[in-house]
């Protein structure tokens, strides 16, 4: 059985960067032709694409945060981190990782998501 | 920028059928993928690749893609699928993960 379990602060100040870490179980991060990415959703909010990375470590980013954003893969602890830089209210969201087993381009398994306040 | 267009609430009775629309600018020449979201949980997926069900999703979800168009179709409607639905598709011209604004599905 796989699952994806993110992890990280509930809540943090305003400037300050977020790390966020999804930790793999029944699944390796090096797994050929995988890749692993991060979706957050605001409050009432939609669905936000924010990262992927790939098996051979390529990544994609959100245009408009792409310079806030960095996703790495960790293989030692088979897990994925997210960082994100200069945290502004509007960050304030549930931040979920997902997986694409194949290259078909959709998110076959979520984590359960973790809750990030940002708040002086 | 692509943009999906999701029209925000499906009402719909109890046996009858919802039908969510997914307008894009030539979708038809992607693959359309839909995730299910209830309050308060994960993402799930229904449909991946315009119409195909994974394994453990009713048979009651379909899904179609043509044109600028992709529907999900769920049909004799349960009380169990209130939630929110999302349409999903890889844009390749800008290389990137885009997410319609999600509909949800009130059962009357």
């Known amino acids: 059985q796989i699952t994806l379990k993110e992890s990280g602060p509930a809540f943090v100040k305003p400037t300050q960067t977020l790390t966020l870490t999804c930790a793999f179980s029944?699944?390796?991060?090096?797994?050929?032709?995988?890749?692993m990415g991060w979706i957050r959703q605001p409050p009432g909010k939609p669905l936000e694409w924010l990262a992927l990375?790939?098996?051979?470590?390529?990544?994609r980013y959100r245009h408009s945060l792409q310079s806030r954003l960095t996703i790495s893969r960790d293989t030692s602890a088979n897990q994925i981190v997210l960082t994100m830089t200069d945290m502004d209210p509007v960050d304030t969201a549930t931040y979920y990782c997902?997986?694409?087993?194949?290259?078909?381009?959709?998110?076959?398994?979520w984590g359960r998501g973790t809750s990030v306040t940002v708040s002086s | 920028s692509y943009v999906l267009t999701q029209p925000p609430s499906v009402s719909v009775a109890p046996g009858k059928t919802a039908r969510f629309t997914c307008g894009g600018d030539?979708?038809?020449?992607?693959?359309v993928h839909w995730y299910q979201q209830k309050p308060g949980q994960a993402p799930v997926l229904v449909i991946y690749s315009d119409n195909v069900r994974p394994s453990g999703i009713p048979e009651r979800f379909s899904g179609s893609n043509s044109g600028t168009t992709a529907t999900l179709t769920i049909s004799r409607v349960e009380a169990g699928d209130e939630a929110d639905y999302y349409c999903q598709v890889w844009d390749s011209d800008g290389d990137r993960v885009v997410f319609g604004g999600g509909a949800k599905l009130t059962v009357l």
């Open positions: 030539n979708i038809g020449d992607k693959r």
């Open positions: 029944g699944l390796s991060v090096s797994t050929s032709g995988m890749s």
């Open positions: 990375i790939y098996w051979d470590d390529e990544q």
């Open positions: 997902a997986v694409q087993l194949t290259a078909d381009g959709f998110f076959h398994l």
